[in-house]
């Protein structure tokens, strides 16, 4: 394979942002805040709900902002609650030319529901999404990545392409399922901002360096092979001042280097369909011993 056939246009690596729109979709008595102790059960965590706030009040335009600076576009997963809250927010993603997807009716856990109540959970947000935005979401991240071994099948016969909740490798693969192919986009735990640097001991040096590092490696890798970047991005998280700051110092470097293609998920879940023949493809073994959700394809 030639360098000029890992990526559109003769790129040699790829690089993707998510950003998670999720401020008011959380459920009232508060989660993911910065406060460690847990509120009284059944109380609201007006101070937490407040640190959610911030992301469609601040954060998102912020991010947007930056992005635009760039001319990078990145793809969004949406909480439905939170667009409905905020429908002026989303519809302004979609009309800068970021990609809508989808990221469950609320911020909460879906697999253990049954496969009528996980259909409806997923078909809701997406219900909310294209109303609010008019484009219908083909990409999919559940709640901490934790889906049931149906939803993938699920997701297929909603009309999904793709879904991000594998962090096995560092490019997409191909999933076949019953209806056909299925494309993973993986996920990076280390180069998630809410993981790998909260708000206690943040050090805007060692993220920036840590970003860097990442990028460095890959593209020197991409050299020879299909590379891809996944940097994950939350709306009150990233969307700080001094955040966005060390991002965009981030950006400008992977700017300067020649052959990045930065793309949104559901470009790149295109090319790895049209690309099939050098996109590796992954069949699904049981749960208990792999981490694609699903039976023996």
């Not at 942002?17 to 008011?24: K, N, P, T, V, Y």
């Not at 954060?59 to 429908?87: Q, T, Y």
């Not at 700017?255 to 998920?265: E, H």
Request: charged share 25%; glycine share 10%; net charge negative.
């Amino acid at each position: 394979m030639t360098q000029q056939s890992f990526w559109p246009g003769g790129a040699r690596l790829t690089v993707s942002f998510s950003l998670m729109f999720e401020g008011g979709g959380q459920p009232i008595s508060g989660a993911g805040g910065v406060i460690p102790d847990p509120i009284e059960d059944g109380l609201p965590d007006l101070p937490t709900n407040a640190f959610f706030a911030y992301g469609p009040n601040e954060g998102i335009p912020r991010i947007l902002d930056l992005f635009d600076k760039h001319g990078i576009k990145l793809s969004s997963f949406m909480i439905g609650e939170a667009v409905r809250r905020a429908p002026d927010v989303a519809r302004e993603i979609v009309r800068r030319g970021h990609e809508a997807a989808a990221h469950g009716r609320t911020w909460e856990n879906s697999y253990q529901l049954s496969e009528a109540e996980e259909r409806r959970f997923i078909a809701d947000g997406v219900a909310t999404i294209e109303q609010v935005t008019g484009q219908r979401p083909v990409g999919w991240n559940a709640y901490w990545m934790r889906n049931s071994p149906r939803t993938l099948d699920i997701l297929q016969s909603l009309g999904f392409r793709y879904h991000i909740d594998e962090p096995s490798r560092d490019e997409p693969f191909i999933v076949p399922l019953a209806g056909g192919d299925f494309v993973t986009v993986p996920y990076t735990f280390h180069m998630n901002d809410i993981v790998s640097f909260p708000f206690e001991g943040w050090n805007p040096v060692a993220y920036e360096q840590a970003l860097r590092d990442e990028f460095d490696q890959l593209y020197e890798e991409s050299a020879h092979r299909r590379r891809m970047m996944v940097v994950s991005l939350h709306d009150r998280i990233s969307g700080h001042a001094g955040r966005v700051r060390a991002l965009d110092r981030f950006l400008a470097y992977a700017r300067s280097k020649s052959g990045v293609w930065f793309a949104r998920k559901d470009e790149i879940a295109a090319f790895a369909l049209e690309t099939k023949g050098t996109t590796p493809v992954i069949r699904r073994g049981p749960p208990t011993e792999t981490g694609l959700p699903g039976p023996t394809a």
